[in-house]
């Protein structure tokens, strides 16, 4: 049979069945494009680095949670010109805007206390925060543009915004675990949403610590150790400030935490879903009960102190002009990092003894509380189990 040259994918949606523009096609975890406005993406056919390589494409839409994901040997993929792939449809957003997370971690009931006075921190890459189911106040961006800033590129900072303090206007918007907490837009990544230097984390957080945030959510995390950024986020810790951070998401078969989740000084939180959002490709490690799985994305270790909601949840995304409600799904470290960001902020605001703590015993009354309400799954590597907030709470996939 004839070798090509070149591959084409073609995206499409399995409902509509119409093109699928700007999804994501990543070759070997390696190299990404975005498909056309025809729902074409095209690649060199790559070349095997080992006898019998499996070549894997991922390709996925928006932030959405369900993945198609292909393995090809080699030998067939040379033989391959064209091949079509169905994306599922996108879901709805929940009913009444609260998402199965909120079940799970026992925080889909009305607050009982204010949260005036607590803050939150948002190293990401933006907020929109011209969104009227966010509460934003301030912000900072390492590339010095004054605030409030343009709607950010990526959605990532606004999602998890959502998940940690959305709240419900009407009959629009997602109710996050804090809703209506104040929020500070801290950009560090650039323009893009790509990438993000040390020096603008660092700057960062360095702004956190001199608006006297009390909460610093982290959307992002490293595999390389930096002295000069174990030095800052200790300076946060000492400052009185709780870090919450992802363990991070991968495909390889390293599972290290990132830093700076890997640091004594931070939150350190890893993935889990519910067994019926188990994708078709996923080998699970089931909890103890059988109702949560551990997703093969999620770092896990020693490190991990709670796992919360990381697949499948829904949230806001920027919106549109006309003041149009958008939402997606998505699935990640990031996200079950929002989840305890918000449970932080509702122990801060019902535990005035823990937010006046001194400045180096914050993080530590809050890091014994998170372990004494959560939920242990019996798998290795996830801490001591699944955020709740209050050990008394039911939590049910």
């Known amino acids: 049979m004839m070798a090509f040259d070149e591959i084409t994918v073609v995206v499409r949606d399995s409902v509509t069945e119409a093109a699928v523009p700007r999804a994501m096609v990543v070759l070997n975890g390696r190299e990404h494009k975005l498909t056309d406005g025809t729902g074409v993406a095209r690649f060199p056919h790559p070349f095997p680095r080992s006898v019998g390589e499996i070549h894997e494409f991922l390709i ?14 080699h030998t067939q993929l040379v033989r391959i010109k064209t091949f079509a792939v169905l994306l599922e449809g996108q879901l709805p957003p929940p009913a009444m805007g609260i998402g199965w997370g909120l079940r799970a971690i026992g925080a889909n009931a009305s607050l009982s206390q204010s949260l005036d006075g607590v803050t939150v921190g948002i190293l990401d890459t933006g907020i929109d925060a011209s969104h009227p189911c966010l509460n934003v106040i301030d912000g900072f961006d390492s590339g010095n543009h004054a605030y409030p800033f343009s709607r950010p590129i990526s ?40 990438g993000a230097s040390r020096d603008a984390i660092c700057k960062g957080v360095r702004w956190a ?59 350190c939180v890893a993935a889990c879903g519910r067994k019926t959002d188990l994708p078709p490709y996923e080998q699970p490690i089931l909890s103890k ?22 697949v499948a949840v829904c949230s806001i995304v920027p919106g549109q002009p006309g003041g149009k ?18 449970v932080v902020a509702r122990i801060l605001a ?32 996830t801490g001591a189990g699944l955020c709740r907030l209050s050990g008394n709470d039911t939590c049910t996939p």
């Open 325 to 342: 409600t958008l939402y997606d799904h998505c699935s990640g470290t990031s996200e079950a990092a929002a989840f305890v960001t918000g």
């Open 209 to 267: 610590i001199s608006r006297d945030v009390q909460i610093l959510y982290v959307g992002f995390g490293s595999e390389k150790y930096c002295e000069t950024e174990e030095h800052i986020w200790r300076e946060a810790h000492d400052a009185g400030i709780v870090v919450v951070t992802p363990t991070g998401n991968t495909m390889s078969d390293n599972k290290d935490v990132l830093y700076p989740a890997r640091y004594f000084s931070t939150i």
């Open 60 to 73: 996925f839409r928006g932030m959405e949670f369900k993945p198609f994901l292909l393995s090809v040997p």
């Open 155 to 194: 959605p990532h900072g606004t999602f998890t915004a959502g998940l940690i303090g959305g709240i419900r206007i009407g009959d629009k918007g997602i109710v996050g675990v804090a809703p209506g907490v104040a929020l500070l837009d801290i950009r560090v990544f650039d323009t893009a949403g790509i």
């Open 289 to 310: 009960d059988g109702a949560w799985f551990l997703p093969s994305f999620s770092r896990r270790g020693p490190e991990v102190d709670v796992v919360a909601p990381g």
């Open 350 to 381: 019902a535990h005035p003894e823990i937010k006046n703590a001194r400045s180096g015993e914050k993080t530590e009354l809050v890091r014994a509380l998170l372990h004494a309400n959560a939920l242990p799954l019996g798998i290795t590597g």
